[in-house]
Structure formats: C-alpha cells, structure tokens
Nanobody, 115 residues
Framework: QVHPVESGGGLVQSGGSLRLSCAASGSGFSIYNMRWYRQAPGNQREFVAIITSGGITNYAESVKGRFTISRDNAKNTVYLQMNMLKPEDTGVYYC?????????WGQGTQVTVSS
C-alpha cells in the first residue's frame, strides 16, 4: 500500500499558478493510478484529473487546458500544475492512489484563489 501526502497549496490571485505535489510513501507506486480531487466548502468532492500507471491522462472539463497532471515514478510523486487559476478553483485538493478497487487518500492541501 501507499500513503499519499499532498503539498504545495496556498493563496494565489486569479490568473496565477500553483503546482501541487503528492508524495506517496510505501511500495509499488508505479502500478497505481493517481487522481486529484477537490472539495469546495459546502460541495461534494469532485474529480479533477487522473494519470494512470501507463501515463494516460484525463481531466475534468472545468480544468482542461489549464491543469496538467504528471508523475515521476522515481520520486514516487504525482504533480498537478495549475495555471490560469480562477476563484472557483478554490478548495481542498486531495490525492488518491488507486489499484484494484482499493483507494488510499491523502489529507489534502488548501488552495485559495482570490479575485
């Protein structure tokens, strides 16, 4: 199993950029599909992006063209590069490791985008 730990959140102005990192301790990182989710106050947690163990990526429509997910298996880390941030991107961002129906979640990192 793996244990994701997110970092890189913070306060940024609208139009700015942030890069989130998710470092996963444990073994077998490369075989996990990795996802980012986010949750705004009062809202349900929503999918943001995925990168599979094979490197295939997919994004929520709301972030396509602005966010990029990537992974470095040598560092057991997945990244989320967020550009052209909007106030509606504000929320807690969570990293999820998934394999064979088992999910491991991080504790989240707060992203706040001011207008």
């Amino acid at each position: 199993q793996v244990h994701p730990v997110e970092s890189g959140g913070g306060l940024v102005q609208s139009g700015g950029s942030l890069r989130l990192s998710c470092a996963a301790s444990g073994s077998g990182f490369s075989i996990y599909n990795m996802r980012w989710y986010r949750q705004a106050p009062g809202n349900q947690r929503e999918f943001v992006a995925i990168i599979t163990s094979g490197g295939i990526t997919n994004y929520a429509e709301s972030v396509k063209g602005r966010f990029t997910i990537s992974r470095d298996n040598a560092k057991n880390t997945v990244y989320l590069q967020m550009n052209m941030l909007k106030p509606e991107d504000t929320g807690v961002y969570y990293c999820q490791a998934n394999r064979a129906g088992t999910n491991f979640w991080g504790q989240g990192t707060q992203v706040t985008v001011s207008s």
